[in-house]
Nanobody
């Protein structure tokens, strides 16, 4: 079995920063794309940022310039640095891992709340 574990969520003031971490473990050896999705109350889950095994990145327009995704292949980890946070960034953030044969694994989600 593959485990995907997230951490780093919490409550921050508008304009503040958080860094989310996600690590994959278990029966997985070759990871293709890793990414972050979020789901706000009443909304569908949406892509926030993704990064390929080669380092190519993709961001949602709403976070471009504020968020930075990175990965550590040796640690099978992906990170999301979130700066200049806005109340509309409030959501449950989910880590998504895709392996080389197309299997997808999700983390349990971590709550990010941006509020004064």
């Amino acid at each position: 079995q593959v485990q995907v574990v997230e951490s780093g969520g919490g409550l921050v003031q508008p304009g503040g920063s958080l860094r989310l971490s996600c690590a994959a473990s278990g029966n997985i050896f070759s990871i293709n794309t890793m990414g972050w999705y979020r789901q706000a109350a009443g909304n569908q889950r949406e892509l926030v940022a993704a990064i390929t095994s080669g380092g190519s990145v993709n961001y949602a327009d709403s976070v471009k310039g504020r968020f930075t995704i990175s990965r550590d292949n040796a640690k099978k980890s992906v990170y999301l640095q979130m700066n200049s946070l806005k109340p509309e960034d409030t959501a449950v953030y989910y880590c998504k891992v895709r392996d080389a044969i197309g299997s997808i694994y999700w983390g349990q989600g971590t709550q990010v709340t941006v509020s004064s």
